[in-house]
């Protein structure tokens, strides 16, 4: 079973930076396989896709994020990384990652993806 636990999340003040992790219990050649993403979701906002990585190592990111947040993809320690700079208030929010190994079509909409973690809270302080 393809299971995800997220870490890193944490309080930070405006301009910090954190380093989010999503470790998969799957082997090495399967995790290479999916692409994956990360989502995230406000209080009584709905989830939105910050950013998202294929199979081939492609990634794709919300406008909101460009140039601050960068995905990356471990196959070898079957993780997935979400590396967040100059963190404003308004990415206040629960993250969470999501996986997939099918096709995605929409890589920041969360239909396409049928693993989820449990989510860790990141909280910007401006």
């Known amino acids: 079973q393809f299971q995800l636990q997220e870490s890193g999340g944490g309080s930070v003040q405006a301009g910090e930076s954190l380093r989010l992790s999503c470790a998969a219990s799957v082997t090495r050649y399967t995790f290479s396989t999916f692409s994956m993403g990360w989502f995230r979701q406000a209080p009584g906002k709905e989830r939105e896709g910050v950013a998202a990585?294929?199979?081939?190592?492609?990634?794709t990111y919300a406008d909101s994020v460009k140039g601050r947040f960068t995905i990356s993809k471990d196959n070898a320690e079957t993780t997935l990384y979400l590396q967040m700079n100059n963190l404003k208030a308004e990415d206040t929010a629960m993250y969470y990652c999501?996986?997939?190994?099918?096709?995605?079509?929409?890589?920041?909409?969360?239909?396409?993806?049928?693993?989820w973690g449990q989510g860790t809270q990141v909280t910007v302080s401006s």
């Open positions: 990585i294929d199979n081939r190592g492609s990634p």
């Open positions: 999501a996986a997939t190994g099918t096709v995605v079509v929409w890589p920041l909409e969360g239909r396409d993806y049928h693993y």
